[in-house]
């Protein structure tokens, strides 16, 4: 049976509101997937949002994602009397080369996405728990491209492993999630990446703008 996790974030949050915000450890990958998920959380939430992303290629990439991050969180704060924290892991893109070893010719969206998504969510989820959160998810689940079912799967087989921090349920991209994003990130100015983040996907990306190119110049001809 498909479950509507969008309907369990929905239970979930409705069991704060008599109760002081708890607070959530949110794993983030960019500022235009943050927008949308941060302004929904922060109305139950007391947030910290964790940049933990060792896939992303090259260091400058890395740091350009998380300087808009950053300046949106920023932006944000300025508007709120509860602060969102921020939370930042050094670059370190041999952590995930070496965790995708021998998947590297894997299309995207195959195995080698799968153990990028177990990487990221484990190592965030070890940071909550760490760190005593009550809460923990991850804002992936707004992204079109991305599998709400199977990280929603990762995250509660995380909490088995972090039981002392909850797992939050959650599929954002439902009721106009992505669309939200989007237009808040317009709003904000964001820089919006056109490749999921890996050097694999970086050089799929490359190879298909190479190819509409080649086909939009052999339609003048």
Same mark, same amino acid.
């Given at each position: 049976m498909k479950i509507n996790y969008n309907e369990e974030y929905k239970k979930e949050v409705s069991k704060l509101e008599s109760a002081e915000k708890p607070s959530i450890f949110l794993h983030a990958c960019c500022g235009p997937c943050l927008t949308y998920p941060l302004t929904e959380l922060i109305k139950h939430f007391k947030v910290t949002v964790g940049y933990i992303n060792?896939?992303? @290629?090259?260091?400058?990439?890395?740091?350009?994602? @998380?300087?808009?991050? /950053?300046? !949106?969180i920023d932006e944000l704060n300025e508007t709120l009397s509860e602060k969102v924290q921020l939370v930042k892991y050094d670059y370190d893109y041999q952590v995930y080369l070496n965790a995708v070893k021998g998947h590297e010719m894997d299309k995207e969206g195959g195995e080698r996405c799968t153990i990028c998504h177990e990487l990221r969510l484990n190592e965030a989820y070890e940071h909550a728990s760490?760190? %005593?959160? %009550?809460? !923990?998810? *991850? +804002?992936?689940? +707004? *992204? *079109? /491209? /991305?599998? *709400?079912?199977l990280l929603n799967e990762i995250g509660f087989e995380l909490q088995s492993k972090y039981p002392n921090t909850k797992y939050l349920p959650a599929d954002f991209k439902k009721c106009n999630g992505t669309l939200k994003g989007i237009n808040i990130g317009k709003e904000h100015h964001l820089y919006r990446q056109d490749y999921c983040g890996c050097s694999f996907s970086k050089r799929e990306r490359e190879e298909y703008r190479d190819k509409m190119e080649s086909v939009k110049n052999s339609q003048k001809i």
């Open positions: 060792p896939n992303i @290629y090259p260091r400058e990439e890395h740091e350009k994602r @998380y300087e808009e991050l /950053k300046r !949106f760490r760190n %005593d959160y %009550d809460y !923990f998810t *991850s +804002v992936m689940t +707004v *992204s *079109s /491209k /991305k599998p *709400s079912s």
